[in-house]
T-cell receptor
Framework: RKEVEQDPGPFNVPEGATVAFNCTYS??????FFWYRQDCRKEPKLLMS???SGNEDGRFTAQLNRASQYISLLIRDSKLSDSATYLCVLIGFQKLVFGTGTRLLVSP | NAGVTQTPKFRVLKTGQSMTLLCAQDMNHEYMYWYRQDPGMGLRLIHYSVGEGTTAKGEVPDGYNVSRLKKQNFLLGLESAAPSQTSVYFC?????????FGPGTRLTVT
């Protein structure tokens, strides 16, 4: 089983829609989780950390469910500029473990 | 403050040729990493370094060597390139948990 698994998508949504992605992880000892964003043919960049109590950053909300071993990312009021691949990431020993990413396409 | 830079941005090699990819960071980060990214595979860790003079193997180290002679530089070498090494290579550095990535090197091995 992969350490981090994501639905590759693509998720096609219209502008203004709300969309959510999930990511499951297999190592119950994992402590820290993140969402990174990667635009086409560009490098990944940190979007937000994921805290146990859930956290918001503007239109983005991240949640962690330790019992079911998944994290989620909710995007409200989608913008065209949100089109990208969203990578689920957790911290392993001295390194990060990346999911393969979920692609989001926001259309006018 | 340039962040993380990679040289070159693009390269085409023939099978059996060698090359070195250079990663440089000006943020005084201790940890540096080399990844490769292939369609459907996500980012896979090749080698990493936790400080000057140290290196360690990642998930897919075979066919690659690295060196970290200076804190700001992390070199990735391919001694005898193979078509399976066609990929996009990203370097990253980190002080805490946030990884800062370079723009990538697109390598094609024919």
């Amino acid at each position: 089983r992969k350490e981090v698994e994501q639905d590759p998508g693509p998720f096609n949504v219209p502008e203004g829609a709300t969309v959510a992605f999930n990511c499951t992880y297999s190592n119950s000892a994992s402590q820290s989780f993140f969402w990174y964003r990667q635009d086409c043919r560009k490098e990944p960049k940190l979007l937000m950390s994921v805290y146990s109590s859930g956290n918001e950053d503007g239109r983005f909300t991240a949640q962690l469910n330790r019992a079911s071993q998944y994290i989620s990312l909710l995007i409200r009021d989608s913008k065209l500029s949100d089109s990208a691949t969203y990578l689920c990431v957790l911290i392993g020993f001295q390194k990060l473990v990346f999911g393969t990413g979920t692609r989001l396409l926001v259309s006018p | 403050n340039a962040g993380v830079t990679q040289t070159p941005k693009f390269r085409v090699l023939k099978t059996g040729q060698s090359m070195t990819l250079l990663c440089a960071q000006d943020m005084n980060h201790e940890y540096m990493y080399w990844y490769r990214q292939d369609p459907g595979m996500g980012l896979r860790l090749i080698h990493y370094s936790v400080g000057e003079g140290t290196t360690a193997k990642g998930e897919v180290p075979d066919g690659y060597n690295v060196s970290r002679l200076k804190k700001q530089n992390f070199l990735l070498g391919l001694e005898s390139a193979a078509p399976s090494q066609t990929s996009v290579y990203f370097c990253a550095s980190t002080l805490g948990y946030e990884q800062y990535f370079g723009p990538g090197t697109r390598l094609t091995v024919t």
